[in-house]
T-cell receptor, first 113, second 113 residues
Framework: KAGVTQTPRYLIKTRGQQVTLSCSPI?????VSWYQQTPGQGLQFLFE???????NKGNFPGRFSGRQFSNSRSEMNVSTLELGDSALYLC????????????FGAGTRLSVL | GQQLNQSPQSMFIQEGEDVSMNCTSS?????WLWYKQDPGEGPVLLIA?????ELTSNGRLTAQFGITRKDSFLNISASIPSDVGIYFC?????????????FGKGTKLSVIP
């Protein structure tokens, strides 16, 4: 069974641009969560989607948004990029009813110049 | 937001030694998880704990869910070079609609051959 797949693995953008990251969950997993990982703040929760609906949102500005498609694939978008948005963005998927057990992808490394 | 205090921050040990790390919180958690992250990769789930007092093993790894539900520890016995990496504890807070995980800052393990 394939794991969580995130694309692209690496991205370089400049301030003010926007970016879209993609996540394909493990087959059969309908819950997708996104996290931001930085050396200073560690892993911080961004949002969680289930059946195309956002159920939880972390404490991030509105520039961070996401969506989920009917096949459970998810995207997150960051608009008006800032230098501080440079981070590893991780996607995790879980089974419905077992959202406490999350399996992570390898992440997308975003560098904002 | 909620914080998990993970210690130690880093450890240097000789191959063959046993390792112990722990996580504490001021809040009660429903689930405790332990992950390992290698450079450039996403966290990999090692052990999941669901009940206060639960003790679970996975090969040379043993983890326990504290009786108070506010702490957990992870032990690694007879360490080997491939144990090198960053170990994270994570927990799920109780409450309906709580689908996010809260993470500790990690313990960086170095194994000296």
């Amino acid at each position: 069974k394939a794991g969580v797949t995130q694309t692209p693995r690496y991205l370089i953008k400049t301030r003010g641009q926007q970016v879209t990251l993609s996540c394909s969950p493990i087959s059969g997993h309908r819950s997708v969560s996104w996290y931001q990982q930085t050396p200073g703040q560690g892993l911080q929760f961004l949002f969680e989607y289930f059946s195309e609906t956002q159920r939880n949102k972390g404490n991030f500005p509105g520039r961070f948004s996401g969506r989920q498609f009917s096949n459970s694939r998810s995207e997150m978008n960051v608009s008006t990029l800032e230098l501080g948005d440079s981070a590893l963005y991780l996607c995790a998927s879980s089974l419905a009813g077992a959202e406490n057990i999350q399996y992570f992808g390898a992440g997308t490394r975003l560098s904002v110049l | 937001g909620q914080q998990l205090n993970q210690s130690p921050q880093s450890m240097f040990i000789q191959e063959g030694e046993d390792v112990s790390m722990n996580c504490t919180s001021s809040s009660i958690f429903n689930t405790w998880l332990w992950y390992k992250q290698d450079p450039g990769e996403g966290p990999v789930l090692l052990i999941a704990l669901y009940k206060a007092g639960e003790l679970t093993s996975n090969g040379r790894l043993t983890a326990q869910f504290g009786i108070t539900r506010k702490d957990s520890f992870l032990n690694i016995s007879a360490s080997i070079p491939s144990d090198v990496g960053i170990y994270f504890c994570a927990g799920q807070l109780p409450g309906a609609g709580s689908y996010q995980l809260t993470f500790g800052k990690g313990t960086k393990l170095s194994v000296i051959p």
